[in-house]
């Protein structure tokens, strides 16, 4: 089981910049990725930036250049720089983490041999023009 606790949300100005940030408590040695998505109202979840234990990571094309995330593995915690932002951002966004069998024995018998994802409540994030 993990537990995932995001901050950070709130109202922002088109141009401005936020943070968000995502603890995760619980059996936090078997994660392997660790992702951000948003839901804008009346549209589905989709992914904005992934995170892996090795640091590579991913972005959805609406906000390269313009969101970074980044990982903090000795507390983790993942968090979401978000600048030049516009009203199109304006969703629910949530943390989530997967964590893999793959990562030891341990791992694996704790997660019958599947990959197991986790969420975050979600935390609104809304960017006014």
């Known amino acids: 089981q993990v537990r995932l606790v995001e901050s950070g949300g709130g109202l922002g100005q088109a141009g401005g910049s936020l943070r968000l940030s995502c603890a995760a408590s619980?059996?936090?040695?078997?994660?392997?990725?660790m992702a951000w998505y948003r839901q804008a109202p009346g549209k589905e979840r989709d992914l904005v930036a992934r995170?892996?234990?090795?640091?590579?990571?991913e972005y959805t094309d609406s906000v390269k250049g313009r969101f970074t995330i980044s990982r903090d593995n000795a507390k983790n915690t993942v968090y979401l720089q978000m600048t030049s932002l516009k009203p199109d951002d304006t969703a629910v966004y949530y943390c989530?983490?997967?964590?893999?069998?793959?990562?030891?024995?341990?791992?694996?018998?704790?997660?019958?041999?599947?990959?197991?994802?986790?969420w975050g409540k979600g935390t609104l994030v809304t960017v006014s023009s």
């Open positions: 619980g059996d936090t040695m078997c994660i392997t990725a």
């Open positions: 995170i892996l234990s090795g640091g590579s990571t």
């Open positions: 989530s983490t997967r964590i893999s069998p793959t990562v030891s024995s341990t791992c694996a018998a704790m997660t019958g041999g599947y990959d197991l994802d986790y």
